[in-house]
């Protein structure tokens, strides 16, 4: 819950302060008794998420970073960042609407009639496929997927692994090399693709750690239309790196108020639990997992505020993105660790969020890059040049 009095290092701004104040009254309502079910055994539907995501509408919580003129919140991304953490810290998240792959703000008319107003009114469910089985931390160097134009029409052939939110998707969105001398330098495009297009084969089904699943994908001369195309030819790799140091902010973000929610019931069962005559509050080792969790909660929580603050101001913050994703997800190993250890049985019982979001943050120190590649081929790379 949010906790006004909670010790913080870095004091957010009053508004961005409110709407975490509102997010905590949204998830206390809506999100709460979805989590219980959750743990329950109960599967929830996008139908159960409506009733959350029209209240964060009508508090003027929909489409966090759109533009006004879209029917955005258009806030700051330290505001939003400050909601995603807020939400995060329940089992069943509030949701805000309006997510747009940004290259869709930027493509041609004929994509954005197709897909664009879909995605605003949140009835829009997009796979995005760039990791092939070659690799997917280094994609400029590892896509081997190739559009070439044909008969007025591009035709891809390639293959995709790892792809999530495949069996549920509306549209995918492809990374193709379509100039093998330039790739990441212009040479890399992405396209719009239909489920149904008869050249794209969904392939094998992959269940992974955390309850979810991922597909393996397979173009055999699957044609698209010319203007299906999303930023123009050779922008595919800048707009899926702008996608990916945005998801890298919300990942990072994310697992922060995991974190704080493992705290919290951290901290809460060792005032509770008697063990050897006494509270768990008032043995050592116990304390030095509490002070530890907290200061590096804190420090990292001071690093993406400053991060978003720069942002907010004008700067690139690509190398920021990628420290704040790979501190905020090994941050949430470490303190799920512990809360586990400190609840002892209850911590590993299923019917309880400790243990669901154990399984469910591993995966997250892969996706976006894993840890090793975002500290020594991201921030090295930046910091030796």
């Given at each position: 819950m949010y906790d006004e009095a909670r010790p913080l290092l870095f004091q957010l701004p009053d508004?961005?302060?409110?709407i975490q104040r509102t997010v905590a009254a949204l998830s206390a309502r809506h999100q709460d008794p979805l989590e219980a079910r959750m743990l329950a055994g109960e599967t929830l539907t996008r139908a159960d998420y409506r009733p959350g995501r029209e209240a964060a509408k009508a508090a003027g919580l929909w489409g966090l970073g759109l533009p006004a003129e879209l029917g955005g919140a258009d806030?700051?991304?330290?505001h939003r960042l400050a909601a995603t953490e807020q939400a995060m810290r329940c089992v069943a998240p509030l949701e805000f609407g309006g997510a747009v792959f940004p290259a869709l703000l930027t493509s041609n008319a004929a994509v954005k009639a197709k897909y664009l107003t879909r995605a605003l009114n949140d009835d829009l469910v997009v796979a995005f496929a760039q990791t092939e089985a070659g690799g997917g931390?280094?994609?400029g160097a590892a896509i081997r997927t190739r559009a070439v134009m044909r008969g007025g029409r591009w035709v891809i052939n390639g293959s995709k692994t790892f792809i999530s939110r495949v069996a549920a998707a509306d549209v995918i969105f492809v990374v193709a090399v379509t100039d093998d001398a330039k790739r990441q330098r212009g040479g890399i495009s992405l396209f719009a693709v239909d489920p149904d297009n008869p050249g794209l084969r969904i392939g094998r089904?992959?269940?992974v750690?955390?309850?979810r699943?991922?597909?393996?994908l397979y173009f055999d001369d699957c044609a698209v239309d010319a203007d299906m195309m999303l930023g123009g030819e050779g922008a595919g790799f800048r707009n899926a790196?702008?996608?990916l140091s945005a998801a890298r902010f919300s990942v990072g973000v994310r697992s922060l108020g995991i974190a704080q929610r493992a705290y919290?019931?951290?901290v809460a069962h060792a005032k509770t639990r008697e063990s050897f005559g006494g509270p768990l509050a008032e043995k050592q080792a116990v304390q030095a997992m509490i002070v530890d969790s907290w200061i590096e909660i804190e420090q990292v929580r001071l690093l993406a505020w400053q991060a978003a603050e720069k942002a907010d101001h004008g700067h690139d913050v690509r190398m920021e993105a990628g420290m704040i994703k790979m501190l905020g997800t090994e941050l949430s190993a470490r303190v799920l660790d512990r809360a586990i250890q400190i609840h002892g049985a209850a911590g590993v019982a299923l019917d309880g969020p400790l243990a669901y979001f154990y399984a469910e943050q591993r995966p997250s120190r892969i996706y976006e890059g894993p840890s090793e590649v975002h500290k020594h081929h991201v921030m090295a790379r930046r910091l030796l040049a």
């Open positions: 508004e961005a302060r409110e806030l700051p991304l330290l931390a280094d994609p089904r992959i269940p750690l955390g309850g699943e991922v597909h393996e790196q702008i996608a919290e019931m951290m």
